[in-house]
């Protein structure tokens, strides 16, 4: 098909994922066509710097011919086993004892999905599961944060606080609470420790709002991503866990974006010697080259659930739970964060990356830089000093992406003036000066409309 017949194709015929329909209907779709290490290629032949790993996702880059390979070998041999009637494959179960033995220490069980929503569904289920198993049946209540992401399936959706996706789904649902979002650049705290300890005792506000019985469980990310790379002072994560701890409630560590290398270890929960109830992944698992997620448990929910089934099966699962493919991808994605040495790279060119957004600062739109290992973020502001936002109508995001993508950069402009950055592990030092290069011209381009000097 010709570019144009695809653009019509996709505009009769295919819904996108979080657009608004009719600004798609008008824009028309961008393809992408092939891709090879830090670069993607569009449908026209332009080659685009991705400093955003697809979604977040591709951290050991495009094209990893070993990764290909055990792809390739796995379908040959095996392309799906299912779960149920208690098969497996040799993958499956291979990476699920890799990932109890990377990940902390409380975490025994891994039960694998087809991406981060259904994972946090899962955790969801297994959770509801568990406590009425184990005869504490008003345990039903569940905390998040403020602009929190869990995912899009209709109860993580209510998890996730983000203003789209509630509008006109119902949602959140009785059962979903929310705390204050520990945003340091946005918050009244004078410094961390404050920032750290509004975060607790709101925490320990709304449990005792809800009933610390009725409390099942409060979910977080290690750093919000979707809702705008907040990233929490060192210590937060530590100090949500001990309260969580203190209060009786779950602590689930949602770690879709944060996981496998993206902040500096192979899991954020490990900076802080964070041992989570259970835990959500997805993304970096299989590097996005085949859809998989999975969430891991304590051995005490495990056996909560187990002992408690009386002989009867666990209704819950999905034809393409622990696919050998992509567990057989995730087998090689986890070899090359490790013996490929893919963690260690993004470690070692973390420094750079950000002094790269540091040096941002100074820019007349930026008012906030933050980050922490391969993710972080710039906040454009129209007066540093109140801090003020742009006006919607300025559509200062939409024109920061066509700047960007003209200077062939690809990254996350949020709708509210936050521009967001998550490059693959595999970098190197060559790639940072690129796309630093390339964001200083953008934002200076921005920079010059008429329409945006008037705004500042
Ligand atoms: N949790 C977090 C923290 C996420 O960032 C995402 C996806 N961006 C999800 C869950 C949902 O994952 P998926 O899109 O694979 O369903």
Redesign the pocket.
Known sequence: MSISSLVEADRKHLIHPVVNYRAHEARGVTILDSARGSFVRDAEGNELLDAFSG??CVNVGYGQQSVIDAATEQMKKLPYATGYFHFGSEPAIELAAQLVERSPASLQHVYFTL??????DSAVRFITHYFNATGRPQKKQFISLERG????SSV?SGLTALPAFHRHFDLPLPNQHYIASPYAYRSDCADDAALIAASVSALQAKVAELGADNVAAFFC?PIQ??GGVIVPPAGWLKAMREACRRLGILFVV?E??TGFGRTGPLFACEAENVDPDLM?V??GLTAGYA?M?AVLMSDEIYRGIADASGGAAVGHGYTYSAHPVSAAIGLEVMRLYHEGGLLANGQALAPRFAQGLDALLEHPLVGDSRHRGLLGALELVSDKDSKAGFDAALKLPDRIAAAAYRNRLIFRAFGDNILGFAPALSYTAGEFDMLFERLRRTLDEVLAEPEVRAAL
């Open positions: 979604l977040w991406g981060g929503s259904d994972a946090v992401y869990h995912g899009s993580g990310e991503g979707s949602d879709v974006i959500t997805a993304k859809p997620g």
